[in-house]
């Protein structure tokens, strides 16, 4: 039932171009440069003049979430905030009629992201669900929803869920932008053809394989990692961080490039390693500032860069290349080199990937 893979977390790591493609099928038309929802079709003039988006969930879905937060603001122009299910739903957060409620959740089924769900129904917001499993409870208690249609996810590190959920939550700004007349159709037709191609590009990055658990053996033993990224990859930061300790028990921590002056900094010296998430976009120069702050203090810069990125590449100790893409969708490539990267490093520190200690796939319990 692993279709000859080691593990669960590998297959599904390698499922990703199919993942991607199935929850793109039928929802993203080329030749139209158009997109269709049919799960929100009805909910749709409601969610195009909403006041707001509240986006909640945990752990990796909170991650997709945050990098939803970056699309439906810079492609639909709609104001967002994203929110641990947890914090919202125990404090007294503001929601109301105006607003809609996005929750994100694989499993359908995670106590603090239903109860969020709840308590932004009670307020009379609308309530929409990006699930993967099919009539799950978050599933069927909000007023519509996009599945994921990743397909089932064992290993307990979330992986095809996650680049499938940013998929979804891609094209539901694409459709909101265009709807709201906030995306020129020129940029929505680009960002179309590019998404079509996201599968293949998946495809290249899952061959260099080999490269990566070559770093992998050069830094099993690491003890503390730190993952840096600026806008779009920023969340990737904070998802490759969080792989990595799920399932290797090694410490790491994702930050925004820019805060790492702040704090981390200090940490930083030649037992560091530290995971650059560097797009090609306008942010560049000033990650390539960071990147020299790292290795002023011996650091050793792994990067996930931009093929043509030359002057990161020249850089970094390590680096593995991404094939170019719109910076917007750029996660949806730079995630898998770090899923491959804490598969490996756990493998060899002779973890059970699969069913890391004291995680549960689904957390149903508060
Ligand atoms: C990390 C992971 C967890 C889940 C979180 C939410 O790899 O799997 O952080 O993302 O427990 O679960 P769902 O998405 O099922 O609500």
Redesign the pocket.
């Known amino acids: 039932e692993k279709g000859g893979y080691p593990h669960f977390m590998l297959k599904e790591i390698f499922e990703q171009p199919r993942a991607i493609s199935d929850c793109l099928r039928g929802r993203l038309d080329v030749e139209s440069h158009s997109v269709q929802l049919g799960g929100i079709a009805d909910v749709l003039d409601r969610l195009v003049n909403a006041k707001r988006v509240i986006i909640a969930?945990?752990?990796?879905?909170?991650h997709a979430g945050l990098v939803g937060e970056y699309l439906f603001e810079h492609l639909a122009k709609l104001s967002v905030e994203v929110e641990y299910a947890s914090e919202f739903r125990y404090r007294e957060a503001l929601i109301d009629e105006d607003d809609v409620m996005l929750v994100?959740?694989?499993?359908?089924?995670?106590a603090d992201?239903l109860a969020a769900l709840r308590t932004a129904k009670r307020h009379g917001a609308l309530t929409l669900g990006v699930c993967?499993v099919v009539g799950s409870t978050?599933a069927r208690d909000t007023d519509a929803g996009v599945y994921t249609h990743a397909g089932p996810e064992i290993g307990?590190?979330?992986?095809k869920?996650?680049t499938t959920q940013v998929s979804v939550l891609a094209m539901m700004a694409i459709m909101l932008g265009q709807r709201r007349g906030t995306l020129d159709s020129e940029y929505a037709a680009r960002l179309i053809e590019e998404l079509d191609r996201i599968p293949d590009k998946v495809e290249k990055i899952l061959e260099q394989k080999d490269s990566i658990k070559e770093i992998a053996r050069l830094f099993t033993y690491a003890p503390n990692f730190l993952y840096l990224g600026r806008t779009y990859n920023f969340p990737v930061a904070l998802e490759g961080a969080?792989?990595l300790k799920?399932i290797s028990y090694s410490h790491a921590e994702g930050y925004p490039a820019a805060e790492m002056k702040h704090g981390p900094i200090a940490l930083i010296d030649d037992m560091m390693p530290v995971v650059v998430v560097a797009a090609t976009d306008h942010t560049n120069e000033k990650m390539i500032s960071n990147i020299e702050e790292v290795k002023a203090r011996d650091g050793r810069i792994i990067s996930i860069t931009g093929e043509d990125n030359s002057e990161v590449i020249d850089l970094s100790e390590f680096y593995c290349s991404i094939p170019e893409t719109e910076d917007c969708l750029s996660p949806l490539l730079t995630s898998i080199p770090l899923q491959l990267l804490s598969y490996y490093i756990a493998v060899n520190r002779g973890c059970d990937v699969d069913q890391p200690r004291n995680?549960a796939?689904?957390?149903t319990v508060e």
């Open positions: 969930a945990c752990g990796t879905s909170w994100v959740s694989q499993s359908g089924e995670t992201t993967n978050i307990v590190a979330s992986t869920a996650f969080l792989k799920e995680l796939k689904s957390v």
